[in-house]
């Protein structure tokens, strides 16, 4: 990769890594239908900036609404509202985290609907590993029965299986169009889904009350969305989906320094340990076979 692709890969890391941590202040003064909605609309805002200075094109074609449709619920409203839920019940550097499991839940979805992404004995172990890692993470006062870190972490796997449907889906659904159309379609099917929802099941729609929510609200809509999905798809035509899927790692290593820095959270044994084992799967699913032919 040149220096630039390397900037674009840090930055993303970077600002990715960071959303964990603005929603957990957020989410500390505003219910997380607000949080999603504002965060949605700004990052409609954000993208549509960035299509107009990039001059790229509008999906007007009536067939992709259906698929603007999935993807704003199971690729936006419903994981963003899911992740923002969680967070008042676990840390950010666990949400983080728990996100690395989206590359195991989209494998075992694309398993079933991508022929040559077939379900191995192998990558099984991984899958395996990394779900063991979550068990791991989630030992807090288990043998009390099911808390609210425990709640908070099956929240956050649901979020995760959402997304993981929707690559697959789009993976499947959008080949062809143009990468900021795509962004551009499902951020405001997702506005249209989540801006009535968001009045039937939180009809006070209590605004914020602090500065600092009103600045992660805008930042989580313009950088952590917009411009997040712009450098992603950036990388993606320049250095390919392999490459660009590595800052997946980088992400819950981000998560995890900044809660601890700024929001006062701190290490346990089984955060860590869950993680590498998190982690550990996520790479044995997608380079095992690998190592184990260069091995032999």
């Known amino acids: 990769m040149t220096a630039r692709d390397w900037t ?12 964990f941590m ?8 505003v219910s997380p239908f607000v949080l999603v909605t504002f965060r949605i609309f700004f990052s409609v805002l954000g993208i549509l900036a960035i299509i107009l200075i990039t001059r790229g094109k509008f999906p007007l074609e009536r067939r992709w609404i259906g698929v603007f449709a999935f993807l704003g619920f199971f690729n936006v409203a419903f994981p963003f509202l899911l992740i923002s839920w969680s967070e008042k019940y676990i840390t950010s550097g ?26 191995t004995w192998l990558k099984s172990l991984g899958v395996a590993l990394g779900f063991a890692g979550v068990v791991v993470i989630s030992m807090d006062d288990i043998s009390g029965g099911l808390g609210n870190v425990q709640l908070g972490v099956l929240v956050s796997l649901i979020a995760s299986a959402s997304y993981g449907a929707a690559n697959v889906f789009g ?17 405001t099917a997702a506005f249209a889904l989540i801006l009535p929802a968001a009045f039937i099941f939180d009809p006070a729609f209590v605004l914020p009350n602090y500065p600092i ?11 952590n969305t917009a411009v997040a999905t712009w450098l992603f798809y950036s990388l993606l035509n320049s250095v390919g989906s392999t490459r660009t899927s590595l800052v997946a790692y980088f992400i819950p290593l981000v998560g995890v320094i900044l809660g601890i820095l700024f929001m006062n959270e701190s290490l346990s044994w089984n955060l860590v340990m869950g993680a590498a084992m998190i982690i550990g799967g996520v790479l044995w699913v997608n380079y095992g076979s690998k190592f184990l032919r260069i091995s032999q």
Do not use: C, H, Y
Request: charge should be positive; proline fraction near 1%; hydrophobic fraction near 60%.
């Open 8 to 19: 674009k890969f840090l930055l993303l890391a970077l600002i990715w890594g960071s959303s």
């Open 22 to 29: 603005w929603i957990k202040v957020a989410v500390a003064d």
């Open 94 to 119: 666990m949400a983080s985290i728990l996100n690395s499991t989206v590359t195991l839940f989209t494998f075992i979805f694309a398993s079933f609907f991508i022929a040559e992404e077939k379900l």
């Open 171 to 187: 993976r499947i659904k959008t080949k062809g169009l143009e990468p900021n159309a795509q962004a551009f379609g499902q951020l």
């Open 213 to 223: 929510t009103w600045f992660a609200l805008i930042l989580l809509g313009l950088l």
